[in-house]
């Protein structure tokens, strides 16, 4: 399985961004996915998560009421989408964004960096003051 991030780049504070991950390879192996965040010198930060069916989601509560996250199951069994729409960015929610796929709980969304089998590359979000 294959985690591809994308999305991310330079906007004001106020303004937003869509960060997309296209999941390819043995996806029918995945269950909840999810979004984590990091800067330099801190541990990775859960974002969001959404379980396999898109009808259960989770956010942090720095994020809650500003961003969403959606996935997009219907495409060949070989590629899945997950989104995250990120709306009044903050300079706080400036890092690299990794999205994450779980391959064991596919009802629960999961909000912990351990529980996830696979990692994208990371998208840079840069949000000016």
């Known amino acids: 399985v294959q985690l591809q991030a994308s999305g991310g780049g330079l906007v004001q504070a106020g303004g937003s961004l869509r960060l997309s991950c296209a999941a390819s390879?043995?996806?029918?192996?995945?269950?909840?996915m999810g979004w984590f965040r990091q800067t330099p010198g801190k541990e990775r930060e859960f974002v969001s998560a959404?379980?396999?069916?898109?009808?259960?989601?989770?956010?942090?509560?720095s994020v809650k009421g500003r961003f969403t996250i959606t996935r997009d199951n219907s495409r060949d069994n070989s590629n899945n989408m997950m989104y995250l729409q990120m709306n009044s960015l903050k300079p706080e929610d400036m890092a690299v964004y990794y999205c994450?796929?779980?391959?064991?709980?596919?009802?629960?969304?999961?909000?912990?960096?351990?529980?996830?089998?696979?990692w994208g590359q990371g998208t840079l979000v840069t949000v000016s003051s």
């Open positions: 959404i379980s396999w069916s898109g009808g259960t989601t989770l956010y942090s509560d």
């Open positions: 994450a796929a779980d391959i064991v709980h596919p009802h629960v969304p999961v909000q912990i960096a351990l529980e996830y089998a696979y």
């Open positions: 390879g043995r996806t029918k192996r995945l269950y909840s």
